[in-house]
């Protein structure tokens, strides 16, 4: 049988044998895409093949390609392509949990987003959207003014959710008094978003009042 140009390297050289042997640090790109690949098709072995994807698709460019992209590429198809889709998010995860993106945990993360409000003389009502790691893809202002149900509707609360993709929204709100006791229609208001939350499948984890000197969160207090 013919011996292809990856089976004629000395087995020192093999790429899962060179990690072995000096760690990933010395491999090149094409030989640490080699071993995520594992083959490659008839008439192009899997360095052959992992070389021609590098010097086509360079540095990081090559995990710019959507699923589509890389899945359209010859030798990769659907299976590959997720393999290194998956390979390269866990590696992003691991060098920067939150993905540059703020994470809102805590009533006082809440708060560090909207410190512009919290002395201002009218209420402003702002949505956090958050993906399901938590971590802060938007922020909306949705209404300035007295607080009521004709001025914070629902359809305004989700519509940018919708938009962003976004698995959950925290709801906030200034109280100009200084007194962040929740009104009866801040009460009711909550409940009114949050089963339309439900009825969306978006969760709301928390509505925080906020004051120059305090805040009030819905969630610690028992309420949502």
């Given at each position: 049988?013919?011996?292809?140009?990856?089976?004629?390297?000395?087995?020192?050289?093999?790429?899962?044998?060179?990690?072995?042997?000096?760690?990933?640090?010395?491999?090149?790109?094409?030989?640490?895409?080699?071993?995520?690949?594992?083959?490659?098709?008839?008439?192009?072995?899997?360095?052959?093949?992992?070389?021609?994807?590098?010097?086509?698709?360079?540095?990081?460019?090559?995990?710019?390609?959507?699923?589509?992209?890389?899945?359209?590429?010859?030798?990769?198809?659907?299976?590959?392509?997720?393999?290194?889709?998956?390979?390269?998010?866990?590696?992003?995860?691991?060098?920067?949990?939150?993905?540059?993106?703020?994470?809102?945990?805590?009533?006082?993360?809440?708060?560090?987003?909207?410190?512009e409000?919290r002395?201002?003389?009218?209420?402003?009502?702002?949505?956090?959207?958050?993906?399901?790691?938590n971590?802060?893809?938007?922020?909306?202002?949705?209404?300035?003014?007295?607080?009521?149900?004709?001025?914070?509707?629902p359809?305004?609360?989700?519509?940018?959710?919708?938009?962003?993709?976004?698995?959950?929204?925290?709801?906030?709100?200034?109280?100009?008094?200084?007194?962040?006791?929740?009104?009866?229609?801040?009460?009711?208001?909550?409940?009114?978003?949050?089963?339309?939350?439900?009825?969306?499948?978006?969760?709301?984890?928390?509505?925080?009042?906020?004051?120059?000197?305090?805040?009030?969160?819905?969630?610690?207090?028992?309420?949502?």
């Amino acid at each position: 049988m013919k011996m292809s140009a990856f089976d004629k390297l000395h087995r020192i050289e093999k790429p899962r044998e060179k990690l072995a042997r000096g760690g990933a640090g010395a491999l090149k790109d094409e030989e640490l895409l080699a071993i995520l690949l594992r083959t490659g098709y008839k008439g192009k072995d899997v360095l052959a093949l992992s070389h021609e994807v590098t010097k086509k698709f360079p540095g990081k460019k090559l995990f710019e390609l959507t699923f589509e992209e890389l899945s359209a590429i010859k030798g990769i198809g659907e299976t590959r392509a997720a393999t290194l889709l998956a390979a390269w998010e866990l590696a992003k995860r691991q060098l920067d949990p939150a993905g540059g993106k703020p994470v809102i945990q805590t009533p006082e993360d809440v708060c560090n987003q909207v410190t512009e409000i919290r002395a201002r003389k009218k209420e402003h009502f702002v949505v956090l959207y958050l993906n399901t790691r938590n971590q802060l893809l938007h922020r909306e202002f949705v209404s300035i003014g007295t607080l009521n149900a004709s001025l914070v509707h629902p359809r305004e609360v989700f519509e940018p959710a919708v938009r962003c993709s976004a698995a959950a929204v925290v709801l906030v709100h200034n109280h100009p008094s200084g007194d962040c006791a929740p009104s009866e229609e801040d009460r009711a208001l909550t409940r009114r978003i949050q089963e339309a939350g439900r009825l969306l499948g978006i969760d709301v984890l928390d509505h925080v009042i906020v004051a120059e000197n305090s805040r009030y969160s819905f969630e610690e207090s028992g309420r949502l």
